[in-house]
């Protein structure tokens, strides 16, 4: 079972982070240069972030992205708050301290949102993830505002005192957030929410960690460009764009690759060959003896086995693509040249994975004596330390290219397969062309 390195995690990370922090430096860049557009494109975005919200909520709904709701009700929540009560310190008490609460609520309800899962908004565990966050809108505007009255003066002065003295708490030196408007704790609050959602980003490899991280930063710095005259309402905009380019993004990943593998699915081979020129090959790939593999060593070593010839799959030369096309069938698609010129990469394809060998960690073989996984990888294996045993995978792979007895990509898939029978009838873990 192989195990990621340092390497191809950093590079997931940089992968998923990228298209959110280039929509973000470009809204910088735009924030910092207002004239890029007119006063009357300006006041059109001044609608951005509520419009964005709306059709971020909608596309949602349709894919079934319950958190995106959630978080995308919660920065329109503060884009409102930003217009009608957020403020500096030295312009009133009460804005200062209602943009401390939200700073710090936000990425903490982020993080709380990013976790829940997509549930949906009027399940049980939605409706009270729902009532949690008004709880906390209706107590925090129960300090701000000293109380609504329902408290005496020095009752009321004393709430919105200690409510100040942990939203302004100072743990490091002033000069730490002297470039900010955001408070120490609203910092350390959106650090902690940045450092989890990437590392999320990094394990995980999927667009909507990328989108959480994008948006919660989006609503970072439009907290941290309150007071100015364009920051808050270009970032605020940019918090649902973000979010809407992550669901469509995800949806698609959903649709068209495998969730085991992570190679294209069968549903992108189908489309993808619609776009074939005249010559080309297509290779069908099994691995051998699978299903007893499945039967002594379990499931779950059989998804790990996919795995790693996915992995392999991933690496064909010649210009080649891997898909997944269903069970342990792979389909290796050559968009040009013919099947000699594939050959050498399927073959090289084909000893890759034979001398790979295939470890099994802490395993129990099922009761099934007669049937040897070893015959997916032949032999029984050699053991290691710790009753690990290494076992050897092979597969077999028929490839055929487009002729006149073969001139469409389904007639051509028919031909690799029956290659691959005729592989698999020869002896397995061979190349028939």
């Given at each position: 079972?192989?195990?990621?390195?340092?390497?191809?995690v950093l590079?997931?990370a940089?992968?998923v982070?990228?298209?959110?922090?280039?929509?973000?430096?470009?809204?910088g860049w735009?924030?910092?240069h207002p004239?890029?557009?007119p006063?009357?494109?300006?006041?059109?975005l001044?609608w951005?972030?509520?419009?964005?919200?709306?059709?971020?909520?909608?596309?949602?709904?349709?894919?079934k992205?319950t958190r995106?709701?959630?978080l995308?009700?919660?920065?329109?929540?503060?884009?409102?708050?930003?217009g009608?009560?957020?403020s500096?310190?030295?312009?009133?008490?009460?804005?200062h301290?209602?943009?401390?609460a939200y700073?710090?609520?936000f990425?903490?309800?982020?993080?709380?949102?990013a976790?829940f899962?997509?549930?949906g908004?009027?399940?049980g565990?939605?409706v009270?993830?729902g009532?949690?966050?008004?709880?906390?809108?209706?107590?925090a505007?129960f300090?701000?505002?000293?109380?609504?009255?329902?408290?005496?003066?020095?009752?009321?002065?004393?709430?919105q005192v200690?409510?100040g003295v942990?939203?302004?708490?100072?743990?490091?030196?002033p000069?730490w957030?002297?470039?900010?408007s955001?408070?120490?704790?609203?910092l350390?609050?959106?650090?902690?929410?940045?450092?989890?959602?990437?590392?999320g980003?990094?394990?995980?490899?999927?667009?909507?960690?990328?989108?959480?991280?994008?948006?919660?930063?989006?609503?970072?710095?439009?907290?941290h460009?309150q007071g100015?005259?364009h920051?808050?309402?270009?970032?605020?905009?940019?918090?649902p764009v973000i979010l809407?380019?992550?669901?469509?993004?995800?949806?698609?990943r959903m649709?068209?690759l495998d969730?085991?593998?992570?190679?294209?699915?069968?549903?992108?081979?189908?489309?993808?060959?619609?776009?074939?020129g005249?010559?080309?090959?297509?290779?069908?790939?099994?691995?051998d003896?699978?299903?007893?593999?499945?039967?002594?060593?379990?499931?779950?070593?059989?998804?790990?086995?996919?795995r790693?010839?996915?992995?392999r799959?991933?690496?064909?030369?010649?210009g080649?693509t891997?898909?997944?096309?269903?069970?342990?069938e792979?389909?290796?698609?050559?968009?040009?040249g013919?099947?000699?010129?594939?050959?050498p990469h399927?073959e090289?394809?084909?000893k890759a994975i034979?001398e790979?060998?295939?470890r099994?960690?802490?395993?129990t073989?099922?009761a099934?004596?007669?049937?040897?996984?070893?015959k997916a990888?032949?032999g029984?294996?050699?053991?290691?330390?710790n009753?690990e045993?290494?076992?050897?995978?092979?597969?077999?792979?028929?490839?055929a290219?487009r002729?006149?007895?073969?001139?469409t990509?389904a007639e051509v898939?028919?031909?690799?397969d029956?290659?691959?029978?005729?592989?698999?009838?020869?002896?397995?873990?061979?190349?028939?062309?």
């Open positions: 079972m192989t195990q990621d390195g340092p390497g191809e590079g997931r940089v992968l982070v990228l298209p959110p922090a280039a929509l973000l430096s470009g809204g735009l924030a910092a004239s890029l557009l006063p009357a494109l300006w006041d059109l001044a951005g972030p509520y419009a964005g919200a709306a059709l971020g909520a909608l596309l949602a709904w349709r894919f992205r995106v709701v959630f995308l009700a919660l920065a329109t929540l503060g884009h409102w708050l930003s009608h009560w957020f500096l310190p030295d312009q009133s008490l009460h804005g301290m209602a943009h401390a700073a710090v609520l990425p903490l309800n982020a993080l709380l949102v976790g899962g997509d549930r908004v009027l399940t565990r939605g009270a993830l009532l949690l966050m008004a709880l906390q809108c209706l107590v505007a300090v701000v505002g000293g109380g609504w009255g329902l408290l005496d003066p020095a009752a009321s002065v004393r709430v200690e409510a942990w939203l302004d708490a100072r743990f490091a030196p000069s957030a002297a470039w900010t955001l408070t120490q704790p609203a350390a609050a959106f650090l902690l929410a940045l450092l989890v959602l990437l590392s980003a990094a394990l995980r490899d999927q667009p909507m960690d990328g989108g959480f991280l994008g948006a919660v930063a989006a609503v970072g710095l439009a907290l460009g100015t005259a920051a808050p309402v270009v970032f605020n905009t940019l918090a809407m380019a992550a669901t469509v993004q995800d949806s698609w649709a068209f969730e085991l593998t992570g190679l294209p699915g069968r549903r992108a081979l189908m489309a993808d060959t619609r776009h074939l005249g010559r080309y090959v297509m290779a069908m790939v099994d691995v003896h699978f299903k007893k593999f499945n039967d002594t060593y379990g499931h779950d070593t059989g998804d790990d086995v996919l790693m010839v996915a992995t799959l991933a690496k064909v030369g010649g080649g891997a898909y997944r096309y269903g069970g342990e792979f389909t290796v698609v050559f968009p040009r013919a099947v000699e010129q594939a050959a399927l090289a394809l084909r034979d790979s060998g295939f099994i960690r802490n395993r073989v099922r099934n004596k007669g049937a040897q996984g070893g990888a032949k029984k294996g050699a053991k290691g330390k009753g045993r290494t076992v050897r995978v092979t597969v077999s792979i028929g490839a290219e002729s006149d007895d073969a001139p990509p898939i028919k031909a690799a029956k290659l691959l029978y005729k592989a698999k009838k020869s002896g397995r873990n061979k190349v028939v062309v």
